[in-house]
């Protein structure tokens, strides 16, 4: 840990930890010496850099709860343990992952690569809209929707296809009424969190519906909050994408809708989907699948091998303080058996 320190100090923006540090005083009252003092503190202790100790309000919290906390330097050893990275091109690579997990993605597609020009071309002529994906990026990085109608020719569409490097082109996907209504622009897809235990058994970790917002096409570093595993009901208000603002929205600030107690439908039939998948690569024992609900069930867009660490463990979706690692604890102990700090 003395090692991780001395990181921090090293790499870290010295504006960006001034910045961090009067925040903390302001949201908490505390003087900047004694804020920065802690902060050193908590690096040393619990491998939290600036960032985690204010998105996750560690001035607030006892030394007790701090430790229950998947900071960042934990968030990186559990991936490490869990995730022989050698086989993460199954789920990272867009063309073998919608090969692999055909059953579980719920469309039709055509890989670019592979397909001759008039396989492409008729993919295309026979849909008003298709989503396109870049081979190896994620959280819809390069990824775009395309109205075919737009183009004079499927001729001329091709040559866009081809030109832009997509490696995937995919159905557009139609999202079930209720999460139209939450946010009618993006396919507001749910993240569900797995884990493979020791014997090879899955265990989802926690869910949380991911929204769209302010005319997005996509639900990434927009709006995100906890959803109930057996019910389905969004469990808390959102958080916003930019975990630095600290921005909590009550109900969606486009639609209005009010969001907690909000039900999402399929949940449980999603739940099933995704650890059924857990388990067609367990070499990657910790996934994050992004999954959208469809009018007909759930559809896994795509599967994340290096998972988000602030997910669930905000101020707003902690009312007790308590971060992720119990749970975590719970099903795999022996990740705790050597020091993880």
């Known amino acids: ?72 330097l934990i968030s990186k050893k559990f991936n490490t343990f869990m995730n022989d990275y050698a086989y993460d091109h199954f789920l990272e690579n867009k063309d073998e992952f919608n090969k692999l997990y055909k059953d ?23 849909r008003e809209y298709i989503f396109c ?15 075919t109608s737009d183009y004079k020719s499927m001729e001329e ?37 797995t884990v493979l235990d020791s014997k090879g058994v899955p265990h989802v970790l926690y869910i949380v519906q991911k929204m769209g917002i302010g005319g997005s096409i996509i639900d990434n570093n927009c709006l995100f909050t906890p959803v109930n595993p057996e019910t389905g009901e969004i469990m808390y208000p959102a958080h916003s994408g930019d975990t630095l603002k600290g921005i909590i929205y009550t109900e969606h600030p486009d639609t209005h809708v009010k969001l907690q107690g909000y039900v999402i439908p399929y949940v449980k039939e999603a739940v099933q989907m995704c650890l059924k998948a857990a ?11 992004d999954v959208a609900t ?36 719970e099903y795999i102990p022996e990740f705790f058996e050597g020091k993880i700090k």
């Open 1 to 72: 840990m003395s090692n991780y320190i001395f990181r921090i100090i090293r790499n870290a923006s010295l504006g960006k930890m001034r910045e961090a540090v009067k925040t903390c005083h302001e949201r908490s009252g505390k003087s900047s010496v004694k804020i920065y003092q802690d902060m050193i503190h908590c690096a040393r202790k619990f491998g939290a850099g600036y960032y985690d100790y204010q998105i996750f309000a560690f001035y607030n919290l006892t030394e007790e709860q701090r430790a229950t906390y998947m900071t960042r």
């Open 104 to 126: 579980y993605i719920g469309r039709e597609f055509v890989q670019l690569q592979e397909a001759s020009k008039e396989e492409v071309m008729r993919f295309c002529a026979n």
């Open 133 to 147: 994906k870049m081979q190896d990026l994620e959280c819809g990085h390069g990824c775009e929707r395309i109205k």
């Open 157 to 193: 569409l091709y040559d866009y296809l081809t030109s832009k490097g997509f490696c995937t082109i995919e159905d557009n996907i139609q999202q079930h009424p209720a999460l139209s209504k939450l946010y009618p622009n993006a396919v507001n897809s749910m993240r569900i969190i």
């Open 279 to 289: 388990t067609i690569v367990p070499q990657i024992r910790y996934v994050g699948w």
């Open 294 to 329: 469809t009018p007909n069930g759930p559809a896994i867009i795509e599967g994340n091998t290096y998972c988000a660490h602030d997910f669930w463990q905000l101020p707003p979706h902690t009312p007790d303080g308590i971060g992720i690692l119990p749970k975590i604890k």
